[in-house]
């Protein structure tokens, strides 16, 4: 009896721990239709990684396109001559106006807190990320989640963010 309840204690603790690396929020939605005009908006990097926001952009998006939804992301500059516009919130105003022209009728976009890996021996990657769904029309926040993540020291950043990404998009009712 004593030896079930320490199994029984044990493997509580260990659900607790496991399930104290990961965090996430989601707000009720109605379903959107996923033949709509979707376009993927840049997700803004607050983190102190470069690129971390595209890295997000790509993940999102390819998920997205695994759940049905046609989406389109928005275009680096054509112009070999230009530099890159490298403030994020221009970025992400250029982007609603391209996506606006283009008649999208929704926007994916979002920001990055935090995409690294923590310092220390084992060096445990951590990934927070906010997705938010924009009807492009009247710039009505339709849908937002956010979700943050630790991941083990041998596990990939890549992983990670594919994890709490993951998490949020579950979160997004199509029809």
Not at 2 to 7: E, I, V
Request: proline fraction near 5%.
């Amino acid at each position: 009896m004593r030896k079930g309840l320490t199994r029984l204690g044990l493997s509580l603790g260990v659900a607790v721990v496991l399930t104290a690396c990961s965090v996430a929020r989601v707000t009720e939605m109605n379903p959107l239709p996923r033949e709509a005009r979707w376009a993927m908006l840049p997700i803004v990097n607050q983190s102190s990684t470069p690129q971390a926001g595209q890295r997000a952009e790509a993940i999102a998006a390819t998920l997205l396109r695994a759940e049905g939804v046609t989406l389109v992301e928005y275009p680096p500059a054509e112009d070999a001559d230009s530099f890159p516009v490298l403030e994020e919130g221009k970025r992400l105003v250029e982007a609603r106006q391209w996506a606006r022209r283009g008649g999208y009728r929704y926007g994916v976009t979002g920001t990055v807190s935090e995409w690294r890996y923590k310092s220390g021996l084992d060096g445990e990657p951590a990934v927070g990320v906010t997705l938010k769904i924009i009807d492009l029309q009247n710039d009505t926040v339709l849908w937002s989640a956010t979700g943050a993540r630790s991941g083990w020291g041998r596990e990939s950043l890549a992983g990670t963010g594919h994890k709490v990404i993951a998490g949020l998009i579950e979160g997004i009712e199509l029809r």
